[in-house]
């Protein structure tokens, strides 16, 4: 059976800024994004979910194609 090819970009995200003194939600955003300390970095796959979640904390991120 052939390798399937993954289509489509994947993100780089990592946490520079704490979140502490941030809302609920935005906090939550960030757990659920898989980031738990500064400085970590997470890939994703390109979606506009993804971009969504994105922008809600753009502030407490840096973000690499």
Do not use: C, F, N, W
């Not at 994947?10 to 659920?32: H, P």
């Not at 400085?39 to 979910?49: F, G, I, L, S, Y």
């Not at 979640?53 to 973000?63: D, N, P, S, Y």
């Amino acid at each position: 059976m052939p390798k399937k090819e993954i289509t489509g970009k994947t993100l780089r995200v990592t946490l520079v800024r704490s979140a502490i003194g941030y809302t609920k939600d935005q906090k939550a955003t960030v757990k659920a994004l898989g980031l738990r300390r500064l400085h970590q970095t997470v890939e994703h796959k390109d979606t506009p979910a993804l971009r969504g979640m994105l922008t809600k904390v753009i502030h407490l991120l840096k973000i690499e194609e």
